[in-house]
């Protein structure tokens, strides 16, 4: 149809597009203009690709699955589980450590459409971590390598109960901080990140329980910076913080996180509106959709 023709027209051309960029752009509901993009992909007219995010997602997944396997059946010792010789110097072993912990932190994962993949990345996380933390202390590697893995099986299967006790606690502070009894979600947070020191959603609502204790504040902010140190692609977190300086009424800093918020995720609301408030119009583009197209 000519209505057909037209919209055909009007899309770009060269090169790969980010389709919900596109959205605004046509004069039509947003329901109509994809089923119009549909019909030309369905007509082999245009074409669908992931963006480099999501691409870079499975590829992450893959590999979990597959350390998982290995580690589930023992078939890999630490040094295979981290893809290194057993000579390898200490600064291979930290290089290789932040790289895994890059990848497969259950953070990183928590996108996965499986829900099962999390737990996965749980267990094949603390298995990065407890090969780090024997390969890079000298004594620990000898014993490792005078008795192997299999030797080592109890002490990990302690961790693993370690892990899972300190998401009891997270879980439990979760109900207590929306119940507003933030001195024992707290409390319960404290236990949780000492007993795993590895995941930014437990400092963070550790952070976000103390900020709401006046005297607990200072405190507040190192655990709320910590939880940037292991996550610094979280928006929530700087919006915590920028709270927590706005109820401080340090307004500069506030703003300061508040732009942060909003750069790491454009469409933040609660960033936005303070930005708003404090008379700073919010910075940074939308997001764009997780799939692109490009015209045939």
């Given at each position: 149809s000519q209505e057909d023709l037209n919209f055909f027209e009007a899309l770009p051309t060269g090169g790969i597009i980010a389709t919900r960029r596109l959205v605004g752009e046509f004069d039509m509901e947003e329901?109509?203009?994809?089923q119009k993009l549909a019909l030309f992909y369905f007509l082999d007219i245009v074409d669908f690709e992931k963006e480099q995010a999501t691409r870079e997602l499975d590829s992450n997944i893959e590999e979990l699955l597959q350390l998982y396997d290995g580690l589930e059946s023992q078939s890999l010792d630490y040094y295979q589980l981290f893809g290194i010789e057993r000579d390898a110097p200490g600064g291979k072993i930290k290089e290789t450590y932040f790289s895994m912990a890059k990848r497969l932190h259950p953070d990183r994962i928590g996108d996965?459409?499986?829900?099962?993949?999390?737990?996965?990345?749980?267990?094949?996380?603390?298995?990065?971590?407890?090969?780090f933390d024997i390969l890079s202390d000298d004594e620990k590697r000898r014993n490792y390598d005078s008795r192997g893995r299999r030797g080592d099986s109890q002490e990990i299967k302690i961790?693993?109960?370690?892990?899972?006790?300190?998401?009891?606690?997270?879980?439990?502070?979760?109900?207590l901080y929306n119940d507003r009894r933030f001195w024992e979600a707290a409390s319960l947070l404290e236990e949780a990140v000492r007993l795993d020191p590895s995941k930014a959603s437990y400092f963070l609502l550790l952070g976000m329980a103390q900020a709401m204790i006046p005297e607990q504040r200072r405190?507040?902010?190192?655990?709320?910076?910590?939880?940037?140190?292991?996550?610094?692609?979280n928006a929530e977190t700087y919006t915590a913080l920028g709270l927590l300086f706005l109820s401080e009424n340090l307004k500069k800093r506030a703003e300061g996180f508040f732009r942060k918020?909003?750069?790491?995720?454009?469409?933040?609301?609660?960033?936005?509106?303070?930005?708003?408030?404090?008379?700073?119009?919010?910075?940074g583009k939308k997001k764009s959709f997780f799939s692109a197209f490009k015209k045939k």
């Open positions: 329901l109509h203009f994809w996965a459409p499986d829900p099962g993949i999390k737990e996965k990345a749980n267990f094949v996380f603390a298995a990065v971590n407890k090969a961790h693993e109960n370690l892990l899972e006790k300190a998401r009891v606690l997270y879980r439990k502070s979760r109900t405190a507040a902010e190192r655990n709320l910076q910590q939880s940037i140190t292991l996550d610094p692609w918020a909003v750069m790491v995720d454009p469409e933040h609301q609660v960033a936005r509106k303070k930005l708003l408030d404090l008379g700073v119009k919010a910075v």
